[in-house]
């Protein structure tokens, strides 16, 4: 008997939010799977593919950023334009994991709006990205 949950998303239908998340946090086997994937060494990795975060005086290792016009900022590894990620195979832990839940809270707000939209399309952001017309008081 399987004691797998039902999964009730997709993520072929999603613009990649979760790739927008300001701190995807790597570990040192994570960096490693990715120097192998690129070829590269884990210091060289580590130079070109992180950053730290530092808060309350504790820092962790988190993935760079590029550029998005949908979200601001996304992971460095999604292609802007498939919406996929690039290191799939190499792709960090916590990506493998996420949502953990069977159930994932953006994609049932998305596919909620583009039934309400009636746009099969429709990618919603959850804020106003910088240069937005928005009515201000």
């Not at 072929?12 to 979760?18: E, F, L, R, T, V």
């Not at 960096?31 to 690129?38: E, K, W």
């Not at 959850?126 to 928005?134: C, Q």
Request: proline content about 7%; some cysteine.
């Amino acid at each position: 008997m399987s004691t797998e949950l039902p999964v009730f998303y997709n993520c072929m239908k999603c613009p990649a939010y979760c790739c927008s998340y300001a701190r995807i946090e790597i570990t040192d086997e994570d960096l490693a799977r990715l120097a192998g994937h690129h070829g590269i060494s884990v210091r060289a990795a580590k130079k070109r593919f992180t950053a730290t975060y530092v808060e309350d005086g504790e820092s962790e290792m988190v993935l760079r950023h590029q550029k998005d016009e949908i979200y601001g900022s996304v992971c460095r590894f999604l292609d802007t334009e498939t919406r996929a990620c690039t290191v799939h195979p190499a792709r960090p832990e916590i990506c493998r994991d996420h949502p953990g839940k069977p159930t994932c809270a953006y994609y049932a707000f998305l596919m909620s709006e583009r039934d309400y939209q009636e746009d099969p399309d429709q990618i919603v952001r959850a804020y106003n990205a910088p240069g937005d017309w928005v009515p201000l008081d």
